[in-house]
């Protein structure tokens, strides 16, 4: 039987089987639980996967099915511990999610305060991944959006903003019919939101500690599936909560891919030189009259250099949005 897996927990895999994915109204989806069998090797299994089931399929109290297969994904969500594929970190590769459709990056616009240095680094995951981003600004009662999209002005790229009190249809239609995955760091709200779409998911929240002293309330990833849209009969989707995270190393991008996730400065690198690697140190790098010439922000360009510069392991590559506190942090990383 084919399944799709909503939550993995210390070798058991809970799926639900494909027909029943689609069920009845706001019911909770019967699932299976399942342990990989053996002739899956070291291939992992991560939320999202579509995969084959045998054995005890009944979902019974105790019943285990095995998986045998993995379906072939339609992405693959990535990061690594780091950001230098030269050092250990950099190869330690994490799957985030399988198969997702969208990317709903959140961001608090206060409590915590907004990286764009963070979104930035899931943008470049989401173009690599080929996944469609949505930047999610929670937290709206606290702060306004005006400077984070401001910052991105140039990128027309789809967001909604939140409040404790905000209507959710604009995000339900923004969900409906696919599988989105919510990425953000600890506290910025995303179960909180996931328990406003759906109710009886029950999420829970936590208090906003110090970013990256490791409080994280949601500690394994979880998909859910959306209820249906009022007076629409489409698929309303699948949302993905997950824990909160303190840094998204790109070290799996290559350097060419990274500038896809900057879409806004793409043009400005048509008349390099070949061979071009729009650091801040090519002196023909067309970027620099890109903006100069106010065709992209230039916090933008300093924000792509940035990653560009992390990733050969310059040590000096956090930058400026980096605000952790004194104490806080074991290693230099590529936390923003
Ligand atoms: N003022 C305000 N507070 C919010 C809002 N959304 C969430 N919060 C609060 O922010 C805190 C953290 O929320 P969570 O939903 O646990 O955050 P999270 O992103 O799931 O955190 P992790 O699971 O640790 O990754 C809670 O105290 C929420 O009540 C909002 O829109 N406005
Ligand atoms: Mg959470």
């Known amino acids: 039987?084919?399944?799709?897996?909503?939550?993995?927990?210390?070798?058991?895999?809970?799926?639900?089987?494909?027909?029943?994915?689609?069920?009845?109204?706001?019911?909770?989806?019967?699932t299976v639980t399942a342990m990989r069998a053996r002739e899956l090797g070291r291939k992992s299994v991560v939320v999202g996967d579509r995969v084959s089931l045998v054995g005890d399929t009944s979902g019974a109290q105790g019943a285990l099915a095995r998986i045998v297969r993995i379906a072939e994904r339609r992405s693959v969500l990535r990061r690594t511990a780091d950001d230098d594929e030269t050092t250990a970190e950099g190869r330690l590769e994490r799957v985030v999610v399988a198969n997702a459709d969208q990317l709903v990056i959140v961001s608090a616009l206060a409590d915590p305060p907004p990286r764009t240095g963070f979104i930035d680094r899931c943008l470049v995951a989401a173009y690599d991944a080929d996944v469609e981003p949505l930047l999610c600004l929670t937290k709206a009662d606290l702060a306004g959006p005006q400077e984070v999209l401001g910052y991105y002005t140039e990128l027309e790229l789809p967001y909604v903003l939140n409040r404790p009190d905000s209507d959710l249809d604009a995000l339900r239609t923004l969900l409906g019919g696919r599988v989105s995955v919510l990425v953000g760091h600890s506290g910025v709200g995303k179960s909180t939101l996931v328990n406003r779409l759906v109710p009886e998911a029950a999420r829970a929240v936590g208090v906003v500690s110090a970013i990256g002293r490791g409080r994280h309330t949601s500690t394994s990833a979880v998909a859910l599936r959306l209820p249906p849209i009022a007076g629409v009969d489409t698929d309303p989707g699948w949302i993905i909560d997950t824990p909160g995270i303190r840094s998204f190393g790109l070290a799996h991008v290559s350097a060419d891919s990274l500038l896809h996730g900057f879409p806004d400065l793409v043009e400005g690198t048509v008349d390099c030189p070949a061979n071009c690697q729009h650091t801040a140190d090519e002196p023909q790098c067309g970027l620099d009259a890109w903006v100069a010439a106010g065709k992209a922000d230039p916090r933008r360009l300093a924000s792509y250099r940035r990653l560009l510069a992390s990733r050969a392991g310059d040590g000096d590559a956090r930058g400026e949005s980096d605000q952790r506190g004194p104490g806080e942090g074991d290693r230099r990383g590529p936390d923003e």
């Open 1 to 30: 039987m084919d399944g799709f897996v909503i939550a993995v927990d210390r070798g058991r895999y809970t799926c639900v089987l494909a027909g029943a994915e689609h069920g009845v109204a706001g019911a909770e989806l019967p």
